[in-house]
Nanobody, 123 residues
Framework: QVQLLESGGGAVQTGDSLTLSCAAS????????TAWFRQAPGKGRDFVGV????????YNAGAAKGRFTISRDNAKNVVYLHMNNLTLEDTATYYC????????????????WGQGTQVTVSS
């Protein structure tokens, strides 16, 4: 059974940094694509970025704006989302998703999802 578990969310202030983790069981993240999505209150789900099985990276420039980076620790089977210079607009629930997906930004194509971790940014 595949499980993804996000962690690292919390309440921070504008300008702070935060690193989210997506730990997997039942699935080797180095063998698949893992994406980060976020959903702000009252809004739709947005693609943030993805690390593919070859460790290539792609970001949604609008969401990441050069402040977010994704990395992966194959030994720990964890994918990270490093977020810098957080703004109020980054307040959202952040989800990781994994799967052999070609359309990286298409959330409905990913078979495996975590439960999400809340990030709240205040001024």
């Amino acid at each position: 059974q595949v499980q993804l578990l996000e962690s690292g969310g919390g309440a921070v202030q504008t300008g702070d940094s935060l690193t989210l983790s997506c730990a997997a069981s039942g699935l080797q993240l180095s063998n698949t694509n893992t994406a980060w999505f976020r959903q702000a209150p009252g809004k739709g789900r947005d693609f943030v970025g993805v690390i593919d099985r070859g460790a290539s990276l792609m970001y949604n420039a609008g969401a990441a704006k050069g402040r977010f980076t994704i990395s992966r620790d194959n030994a720990k089977n964890v994918v990270y989302l490093h977020m810098n210079n957080l703004t109020l607009e980054d307040t959202a629930t952040y989800y990781c998703a994994s799967g052999a997906v070609h359309a990286f930004a298409a959330g409905d194509k990913y078979p495996h999802w975590g439960q999400g971790t809340q990030v709240t940014v205040s001024s």
